[in-house]
């Protein structure tokens, strides 16, 4: 019997060391873009906006190129489409164009990933109308892994393979739960800036009028 083949590969390395490197970039920029006295949760949002507004352009960018004008990533050459190829083998619907995917991808790359960069530039302005669209971005990443994810719940999880380690806890889970736990902080830590805001002004304005 031929032996199975390996599980973490060439390609499974630098994938996930360009993720690391997308991880670098964001921290460097922080440290440069926002003020020493900036708070963890303002420096944190800076660093998670910057990796996700990357990696929606380049990782899924690179996802709609080969997947458009009758293109599919599992005849795509290229490093970014062996990345894809890798992911595929977690998540079949990757290698193929499927038209749900690509539709959401449409929506997260153009949308999701311009108002990460615009809420950055919020952030470093120091403009505290960030937290609006901190919540409608964090909204949209959340629905996005939820028709993602849950038409393949719905059927049986068809082109999911979690026969292995990597496929269900590195691709599957942790590079999907991130996009779902840090917009429901991000989302509770803008609300709760928005309501004492509004609650300070409605204080303000009711003891002006007595």
Same mark, same amino acid.
């Not at 380049?58 to 009758?70: A, D, P, Q, R």
């Not at 795509?76 to 164009?97: H, I, N, T």
């Not at 609006?132 to 990443?141: G, K, P, R």
């Not at 942790?174 to 409605?202: C, E, H, K």
């Given at each position: 019997? #031929? $032996?199975?083949?390996?599980?973490?590969? @060439?390609?499974?390395?630098?994938?996930?060391?360009?993720?690391?490197?997308?991880?670098?970039?964001?921290?460097?920029?922080?440290?440069?873009?926002?003020?020493?006295? @900036?708070?963890?949760?303002?420096?944190?949002?800076?660093?998670?906006?910057?990796?996700?507004?990357?990696? &929606?352009? =380049?990782?899924?960018?690179?996802?709609? %190129?080969?997947?458009?004008?009758?293109?599919?990533? @599992?005849?795509?050459?290229?490093?970014?489409?062996?990345?894809?190829?890798? %992911?595929?083998?977690?998540?079949?619907?990757? @290698?193929?164009?499927?038209?749900?995917?690509?539709?959401?991808?449409?929506?997260?790359?153009?949308?999701?990933? =311009?108002?990460?960069?615009?809420? !950055?530039?919020?952030?470093?302005?120091?403009? $505290?109308?960030? &937290?609006?669209?901190?919540?409608?971005? #964090? =909204?949209?990443?959340?629905?996005?892994?939820?028709?993602?994810?849950?038409?393949?719940?719905?059927?049986?999880?068809? +082109?999911?393979?979690?026969? +292995?380690?990597?496929?269900?806890?590195?691709?599957?889970?942790?590079?999907?739960?991130?996009?779902?736990? !840090? $917009?429901?902080?991000?989302? %509770?830590?803008? %609300?709760?800036?928005?309501?004492?805001?509004?609650?300070?002004?409605?204080?303000? #304005?009711?003891?002006?009028? +007595?």
């Amino acid at each position: 019997m #031929s $032996p199975s083949p390996p599980i973490f590969t @060439a390609t499974s390395a630098y994938s996930l060391a360009f993720v690391a490197g997308v991880g670098a970039v964001a921290y460097i920029a922080s440290k440069a873009l926002l003020p020493k006295n @900036a708070s963890w949760q303002d420096r944190f949002t800076f660093i998670w906006l910057a990796f996700d507004g990357i990696i &929606h352009y =380049t990782l899924e960018g690179s996802f709609l %190129y080969y997947s458009l004008f009758g293109r599919q990533v @599992a005849t795509s050459p290229g490093p970014m489409a062996q990345m894809w190829k890798e %992911y595929a083998l977690a998540d079949f619907r990757w @290698a193929v164009s499927d038209p749900t995917v690509v539709s959401l991808e449409l929506l997260t790359v153009f949308g999701v990933g =311009t108002m990460c960069f615009y809420v !950055i530039k919020q952030l470093v302005q120091d403009d $505290p109308a960030r &937290h609006y669209w901190i919540i409608v971005l #964090s =909204t949209s990443e959340i629905y996005g892994g939820w028709m993602t994810f849950c038409p393949e719940w719905l059927t049986g999880s068809p +082109n999911l393979d979690t026969s +292995n380690f990597l496929f269900l806890w590195v691709y599957l889970v942790f590079m999907n739960v991130i996009w779902v736990f !840090i $917009p429901l902080w991000l989302m %509770y830590d803008s %609300y709760g800036r928005i309501a004492t805001s509004l609650r300070v002004a409605q204080a303000s #304005s009711k003891a002006k009028k +007595n």
